[in-house]
């Protein structure tokens, strides 16, 4: 398999911090990777850099063989619309459009809004009957779960996920450790940034990081790949 | 087409959704579209407005004869190139001298109705007189002839063919009101035509003709040179203190208005823009999340300048007739006459609350776009 | 603790309380620039009305009937009653000197030209210099009083010309008769005397007097041999447009009781005006010219209300305007107002935070639309009526409380949501 993802001696400078120092890391095509390191590691700002959301000050992304460092402002916005989706801690849901237009407003960027493909994505979350809802009348996990129907609904190359469970309960936590677990059945690349060992152990593979640079790497032994069942509500 | 479905969806959405700012936002767009188009309105009406008030200084157009007297046909003539709106008041008048108590009184005959509305600052005490035998005298007049409103006096003419013996014309007469103007009129004894005829038994002729009339120095001078370039029998003059005192001092009336409209509008419109400003401000967030899921800075300026503009056209049209309901209660108030609707002004208020809207939101939206969207996300 | 939450709310916020600062500052200036101008238009149009010519007239006692009764027209003193000429600077000591604009004297002859015509003279001030007791000092006369004249030929006569020759100023009519051109030196015979004076200049004015020959005062007086004796004094003064009481009070001052008096005499009413001007001229009657005074009072009513509405109007759009943006600017903190309630802030404490930081705000936001808005009065004095606008110190206490109440009455929506939030929603982003 060919690394579908590429970090190469990444660093990203703000003044005298270094955020991210010479870090190098492949992610191959199917893999399910977690990030994880305390608070200040420079796990975010890697999270932000590989989701072409922000910038590195110098080193290589190579994203599909393309490299994306330095790409313009423009060029990004094109690669995070094609080939990233992103789930974020604070959801960011739209406040006045419903779970079912929130999806459709990522297929609009990206091409052309299908209400019927966007409810069957909530569907796959289990949140069919929830799609004529909006952001504040449903749970957290609820939310999280429509940000990951939104991020899937592209098909995009990648996926990426900050610290997805921060804001959850443990029942609502399993339900999208389970979602991704079948995401990556369906073999979609899956990057999680967290600080939950619980969420992490689930990879295949944890990255830790420390001070801006790759403290340790381990290949997750209990790796089952295996989809437990639970029921989606 | 889908895209476009989805486009306006969102837009509806959050004009609907988040009523409570969109509120904040409508008003402040609907106050400035009101102040626009109420000050416009007011600006463009007033001159014709204030020039009504003006013609409380009296006549501005003398007519007078170019040979003997002026037939009331002539003035019917001269009145016909002046175009019936315009004319204010219309009083002929007609100098006799005649006697009471054996001394000598100048006599005017006139249309009472005419004079009272070409001279609207003659101050009668008593009443204008309204049917024949009744007369008002000048103050000067009353007091040199001790008259007093409702006494009867008896005045004669000596007419001018008449010789020592001949018996002059004699008419009784009742005072019916004292003239107050503090100007020659207070010497005179006002009369009507029909008495001044049986008093001195000649014609109906005109020594000089007074015209009241609405329009600026420059429409008058073009009426003046008419009358007196068409018509043989009449000279057209312009009196100078009124026509020209009026142009000044409603030159300097509109210059105030216009300024005043200027200061106000342009102090309400950054108010407007600031107030757009902070309510397009808060959505940076959203702003930040549409750009994170590739959107282009384009889309993105479309999406929020489409409700912007949305905004701008009901707040417009709603200030559009806010406006015109102000400048008409303005106009009722201050000159107790309505106001000419201006239909162009509904148009232009929209056209420039839209305007000043999409200025105002345009600020905060390019500098949460031209941020990197990590950053706005993250909330600063 | 609570100061410095305020000095953090500003520094960290710097840029939201400048825009609320601006806004105010907008508000603030709007307001004092109207209400400037709208109490000042009454006296700057009354200034403008002056163009009208004068509104009192003032002649000796007794001569105001005969003369023109039975002259029939003729302006000739034929009763020998002047004024004195000695007692003009009088009027400028009156209750009501500061309101008389300008005024000048006439006395009227006839003259006899070389070729036996006999012509109409008129001699009074053109721009006659007055230094008062007072200290004032002013330029009084026809050239200002007579506004509407058009000089076509040469220059209005300059009193203050000390070349040494004699002047005059012809009317338009007369000059065409006589094939009298500006520049020209014309002989002069009067009753008494004779004189050559330069024409310095042909009028245009419009009515009788184009038929006639201005001069100066003491010229005419010489020739016509009425040393110190004046026909009339036309008065032009900045009157209050009348109400009942002061046509009562024009009719008979009398009647009235003396708080009425005392009120009429210490109001500028055109007949109030004229009463005081009897008492210091010996002899006189000062009677108002309606033409002038009552259009010049309905004029001056009319713009005053306008401006008013207008004020009104503006006062109306800058409340709202800052009331919105406040509301506006407060909802925006929802999130850090949630956070204090959570830790434990009681709605008073954030209500108290809050309101005192929008009103320091709006503090220095006032103090600065106060100082632009009374330049925005200047640019509108200078642009329009080219003089200053006088600020009335009144106009402070209605700038500051119309602030400060505007700005309660925007916080009060944005207070009421902010006791009403519940902490954990805010911070759970809903």
Redesign the interface.
């Known amino acids: 398999m060919s690394a579908l993802l590429e970090l190469k001696n990444v660093s990203k400078i703000y003044g005298s911090l270094h955020a991210l120092d010479h870090v190098s890391l492949k992610v191959e095509q199917g893999e399910w990777l977690a990030i994880m390191g305390p608070s200040g590691s420079g796990k975010s700002t890697m999270m932000?850099i590989i989701?072409a959301?922000?910038?590195a000050t110098e080193g290589e992304i190579l994203l599909d063989g393309v490299d994306i460092a330095k790409k313009t402002?423009?060029a990004l916005?094109?690669i995070?619309?094609?080939k990233?989706g992103?789930i974020?801690q604070?959801?960011?849901l739209?406040?006045?459009?419903t779970a079912v237009?929130n999806v459709?407003?990522?297929q609009?960027?990206?091409s052309?809004?299908?209400e019927k493909e966007a409810l069957e994505a909530l569907e796959r979350v289990g949140l069919k009957e929830r799609a004529r809802h909006?952001?504040?009348q449903l749970s957290?996990g609820e939310q999280q779960r429509v940000c990951v129907a939104?991020a899937l609904i592209n098909y995009p190359e990648i996926i990426l996920a900050d610290e997805p469970t921060g804001?959850l309960d443990e029942a609502n936590e399993e339900i999208v450790v389970e979602l991704f677990r079948k995401l990556h059945e369906e073999g979609t690349t899956l990057v999680v940034v967290t600080h939950n060992p619980e969420v992490a152990e689930v990879a295949q593979r944890t990255i830790v990081l420390r001070n801006g640079k790759v403290e340790r790497e381990t290949v997750n032994p209990n790796f089952t790949g295996k989809i437990k069942h639970i029921t989606l509500q | 087409m889908?895209?476009r479905?989805?486009?306006f969806?969102?837009i509806t959405?959050?004009l609907l959704?988040?009523r409570s700012r969109m509120i904040i936002a409508l008003l402040a767009i609907a106050i400035g579209a009101t102040i626009l188009s109420g000050l416009l309105t007011i600006y463009i009406d007033v001159p014709r407005q204030m020039r009504t008030q003006f013609r409380n200084y009296g006549a501005n157009m003398i007519l007078t004869p170019a040979e003997e007297r002026i037939q009331p046909e002539a003035v019917a003539a001269a009145l016909s190139f002046i175009s019936q709106d315009e004319i204010v008041g219309v009083a002929p008048y007609r100098y006799e001298t005649v006697r009471i108590n054996d001394r000598p009184v100048l006599a005017a005959a006139t249309d009472m109705q005419g004079a009272k509305a070409a001279s609207p600052f003659w101050r009668v005490d008593g009443e204008w007189p309204d049917s024949d035998g009744e007369i008002m005298v000048g103050k000067n007049v009353a007091d040199l002839y001790l008259l007093r409103v409702g006494s009867k006096t008896t005045a004669t003419y000596m007419p001018e063919e008449a010789t020592e013996d001949t018996l002059d014309n004699s008419s009784d007469f009742t005072v019916t009101g004292i003239l107050d103007t503090g100007g020659k009129e207070e010497d005179y004894v006002y009369m009507s035509f029909a008495d001044m005829q049986q008093l001195t038994g000649k014609d109906k002729g005109y020594d000089v003709c007074e015209l009241s009339v609405s329009a600026d120095a420059e429409g008058l001078r073009a009426y003046a040179d008419r009358i007196t370039g068409e018509l043989s029998s009449v000279n057209a003059k312009l009196v100078k203190r009124v026509t020209q005192s009026e142009d000044t001092v409603l030159s300097k009336l509109q210059a105030l208005v216009l300024l005043v409209t200027v200061v106000v509008l342009m102090l309400t419109m950054i108010c407007v823009a600031t107030t757009m400003t902070a309510v397009v401000a808060e959505r940076r967030?959203?702003i930040g999340?549409?750009?994170?899921?590739?959107?282009?800075?384009s889309?993105i300026i479309a999406e929020f300048m489409g409700e912007g503009i949305v905004l701008g056209a009901v707040g417009g049209l709603l200030g559009a007739l806010l406006g015109f309901w102000f400048a008409q209660t303005v106009s009722v108030n201050v000159f107790n006459s309505s106001i000419v609707l201006m239909p162009w002004l509904v148009p232009v208020t929209l056209l420039a609350s839209v305007l000043v809207t999409a200025i105002a939101c345009m600020i905060p939206i390019r500098s949460a776009t031209d941020v990197?969207?990590?950053?706005v996300?993250k909330g600063e | 603790m609570f100061i410095r939450m305020i000095a953090k709310a500003f520094f960290r916020q710097w840029k939201k309380m400048a825009m609320i600062a601006f806004t105010i500052a907008l508000g603030a200036s709007l307001a004092t620039a109207m209400l400037s101008v709208m109490l000042d238009v009454g006296d700057k149009v009354n200034q403008e009305l002056k163009a009208y010519g004068a509104n009192i007239t003032v002649v000796p006692k007794g001569t105001s009937v005969l003369s023109s009764l039975y002259e029939m027209g003729e302006d000739e003193n034929i009763s020998g009653a002047y004024l004195k000429e000695e007692e003009l600077g009088k009027i400028k000591t009156i209750f009501w000197a500061f309101n008389i604009a300008d005024y000048a004297p006439f006395v009227n002859a006839e003259l006899t030209l070389d070729n036996g015509d006999t012509v109409k003279m008129r001699g009074t001030w053109f721009n006659h210099h007055l230094s008062l007791p007072t200290g004032e000092e002013l330029d009084a006369g026809v050239t200002s009083m007579r506004s509407w004249w058009d000089v076509i030929a040469g220059d209005w006569l300059d009193e203050q010309d000390d070349s040494g020759l004699m002047q005059a100023m012809v009317g338009r009519d007369l000059a065409e008769k006589e094939g009298l051109h500006a520049g020209d030196v014309l002989h002069l015979q009067g009753s008494s005397a004779d004189a050559e004076v330069k024409i310095t200049g042909i009028f245009d004015a419009g009515g009788d007097e184009d038929s006639e020959i201005y001069v100066p005062l003491d010229l005419a007086q010489d020739l016509a041999g009425l040393e110190g004796k004046i026909d009339s004094i036309e008065v032009s003064a900045l009157t209050t447009p009348d109400n009942e009481l002061a046509e009562k009070a024009a009719k008979d001052p009398s009647s009235l009781s003396v708080s009425q008096y005392e009120t009429w005499y210490c109001t500028a009413y055109v007949s109030s005006i004229c009463y005081q001007i009897e008492e210091v001229i010996s002899d006189s009657v000062a009677s108002a010219v309606r033409q002038v005074a009552d259009s010049e009072g309905q004029i001056l009513e009319k713009t005053q209300l306008l401006m008013v509405l207008i004020t009104i109007l503006s006062l109306i759009g800058a409340a709202l305007g800052i009331c919105n943006l406040v509301t506006a600017s407060v909802m925006e903190r929802s999130q850090e107002i949630g956070l204090m309630k959570a830790i434990g802030a009681h709605n008073i404490a954030i209500t108290a935070l809050v309101l005192t930081e929008i009103f320091c705000t709006a503090l220095i936001g006032t103090a600065l639309g106060f100082f632009a808005g009374i330049g925005f009065a200047q640019i509108i004095g200078h642009t329009v009526f080219q003089s200053a606008i006088s600020v009335k110190p009144m106009v402070v206490p209605i700038v500051i409380v119309l602030v400060a109440l505007v700005t309660l009455v925007g916080c009060i929506p944005a207070i009421r949501m902010l006791q009403s939030l519940r902490p954990t929603?805010v911070l759970?982003?809903?």
Do not use: C
């Open positions: 932000n989701g959301l922000d910038k402002a423009k916005t094109e995070r619309r094609d990233i992103l974020f604070q959801f960011h739209v406040s006045y459009l237009e459709m407003l990522s609009y960027y990206h052309v809004p299908d909006y952001p504040s957290g939104r804001n | 889908k895209k479905k989805m486009y969806r969102m959405a959050s959704r988040r967030k959203e999340l549409r750009k994170a899921l590739g959107a282009s800075n889309s990197d969207p990590a950053l996300l | 929603e759970h982003g809903r």
